[in-house]
Protein backbone atom coordinates (compact mmCIF):
# COMPACT_ATOMS: atom_id res chain seq x y z
CA UNK A 1 0.00 0.00 0.00
CA UNK A 2 1.38 3.24 -0.97
CA UNK A 3 1.59 5.78 1.54
CA UNK A 4 2.92 9.07 2.71
CA UNK A 5 2.69 10.23 6.18
CA UNK A 6 4.21 13.81 7.64
CA UNK A 7 5.40 14.10 11.50
CA UNK A 8 6.87 16.89 13.51
CA UNK A 9 4.31 19.59 13.14
CA UNK A 10 3.71 21.60 16.55
CA UNK A 11 2.93 24.72 18.49
CA UNK A 12 6.39 27.17 18.49
CA UNK A 13 7.20 30.16 19.78
CA UNK A 14 8.01 32.71 16.95
CA UNK A 15 11.45 32.40 16.06
CA UNK A 16 11.71 28.87 16.84
CA UNK A 17 11.99 25.80 14.67
CA UNK A 18 10.51 22.81 13.90
CA UNK A 19 11.92 19.72 11.67
CA UNK A 20 8.87 18.11 10.00
CA UNK A 21 9.47 14.36 8.17
CA UNK A 22 7.83 13.24 5.21
CA UNK A 23 8.47 8.54 5.03
CA UNK A 24 7.06 6.94 2.61
CA UNK A 25 5.65 3.37 2.63
CA UNK A 26 5.22 0.80 -0.30
CA UNK A 27 7.74 2.48 -2.70
CA UNK A 28 10.96 4.30 -2.58
CA UNK A 29 11.24 8.02 -2.01
CA UNK A 30 14.26 8.18 -3.56
CA UNK A 31 13.02 8.08 -7.52
CA UNK A 32 10.36 10.81 -6.89
CA UNK A 33 10.55 14.40 -6.63
CA UNK A 34 8.69 15.59 -3.24
CA UNK A 35 7.47 18.68 -1.92
CA UNK A 36 6.14 20.45 1.20
CA UNK A 37 2.67 22.21 0.56
CA UNK A 38 1.37 24.40 3.36
CA UNK A 39 -2.75 25.64 3.71
CA UNK A 40 -3.51 27.99 6.10
CA UNK A 41 -7.44 28.67 6.79
CA UNK A 42 -9.05 30.60 4.25
CA UNK A 43 -5.82 30.51 2.07
CA UNK A 44 -5.03 28.54 -0.99
CA UNK A 45 -2.87 25.85 -0.94
CA UNK A 46 1.11 27.16 -1.04
CA UNK A 47 4.36 25.17 -2.74
CA UNK A 48 6.98 25.76 0.21
CA UNK A 49 10.03 23.70 -0.88
CA UNK A 50 10.24 20.95 -3.61
CA UNK A 51 13.40 18.72 -4.22
CA UNK A 52 14.25 16.74 -7.31
CA UNK A 53 14.80 13.14 -7.28
CA UNK A 54 17.68 10.96 -6.91
CA UNK A 55 17.91 10.20 -10.01
CA UNK A 56 16.97 13.47 -11.79
CA UNK A 57 19.13 14.93 -14.36
CA UNK A 58 18.42 18.31 -13.23
CA UNK A 59 19.11 18.00 -9.45
CA UNK A 60 17.30 21.34 -8.30
CA UNK A 61 15.40 22.62 -5.39
CA UNK A 62 13.04 25.12 -4.93
CA UNK A 63 12.29 27.83 -2.15
CA UNK A 64 9.07 29.77 -2.07
CA UNK A 65 10.50 33.44 -1.59
CA UNK A 66 8.16 33.57 1.58
CA UNK A 67 10.25 30.55 3.06
CA UNK A 68 14.09 31.23 1.06
CA UNK A 69 17.10 30.92 3.55
CA UNK A 70 14.86 30.26 6.32
CA UNK A 71 13.57 26.21 5.72
CA UNK A 72 16.03 23.90 4.23
CA UNK A 73 14.32 20.72 2.16
CA UNK A 74 16.46 17.39 2.35
CA UNK A 75 16.38 13.69 1.75
CA UNK A 76 17.90 10.29 3.60
CA UNK A 77 17.91 8.19 1.30
CA UNK A 78 19.14 5.03 3.66
CA UNK A 79 15.59 6.07 5.36
CA UNK A 80 12.82 6.59 2.90
CA UNK A 81 12.43 9.83 4.65
CA UNK A 82 12.67 13.81 3.20
CA UNK A 83 12.54 16.54 5.51
CA UNK A 84 12.27 19.95 5.87
CA UNK A 85 14.10 21.83 8.58
CA UNK A 86 11.77 24.99 9.48
CA UNK A 87 13.54 27.87 11.01
CA UNK A 88 12.97 31.39 12.16
CA UNK A 89 9.49 30.85 12.59
CA UNK A 90 6.84 33.61 11.93
CA UNK A 91 3.35 33.46 12.80
CA UNK A 92 2.35 33.51 9.16
CA UNK A 93 4.04 30.59 8.78
CA UNK A 94 1.36 28.61 10.48
CA UNK A 95 -0.77 26.08 8.36
CA UNK A 96 -1.64 22.50 7.91
CA UNK A 97 1.90 21.08 6.05
CA UNK A 98 1.40 18.34 3.69
CA UNK A 99 4.66 16.27 1.46
CA UNK A 100 3.80 15.31 -1.85
CA UNK A 101 5.94 12.95 -4.25
CA UNK A 102 5.31 12.88 -8.02
CA UNK A 103 7.35 11.41 -10.79
CA UNK A 104 7.34 13.27 -14.37
CA UNK A 105 8.54 16.46 -13.30
CA UNK A 106 11.38 17.99 -15.13
CA UNK A 107 11.63 20.85 -12.67
CA UNK A 108 11.13 21.49 -8.87
CA UNK A 109 9.53 24.91 -9.19
CA UNK A 110 7.24 23.63 -11.86
CA UNK A 111 6.32 20.76 -8.83
CA UNK A 112 5.97 23.39 -6.87
CA UNK A 113 3.66 25.02 -8.28
CA UNK A 114 1.64 22.70 -10.19
CA UNK A 115 1.58 19.19 -7.93
CA UNK A 116 -1.00 17.74 -9.85
CA UNK A 117 -1.80 13.92 -9.56
CA UNK A 118 0.88 12.77 -6.54
CA UNK A 119 1.14 11.03 -3.53
CA UNK A 120 -0.01 13.45 -0.73
CA UNK A 121 0.03 12.74 3.09
CA UNK A 122 -2.78 13.32 5.31
CA UNK A 123 -0.74 17.24 6.56
CA UNK A 124 0.55 18.20 9.63
CA UNK A 125 -0.14 21.07 11.66
CA UNK A 126 2.40 23.74 12.43
CA UNK A 127 1.31 26.75 15.12
CA UNK A 128 3.75 29.52 15.29
CA UNK A 129 2.42 31.95 18.15
CA UNK A 130 3.70 33.28 21.55
Known amino acids: QVQLAESGGGLVQPGGSLRLSCAAS????????VGWFRQAPGKEREGVSC???????????YYADSVRGRFTISRDNAKNLVYLQMNSLKAEDTAVYYC????????????????????WGQGTQVTVSS
Open 51 to 61: ISSSDSSDGNT
Open 100 to 119: AAARGYSDSSYFCRTPGAAY
Open 26 to 33: GFTLNYYR
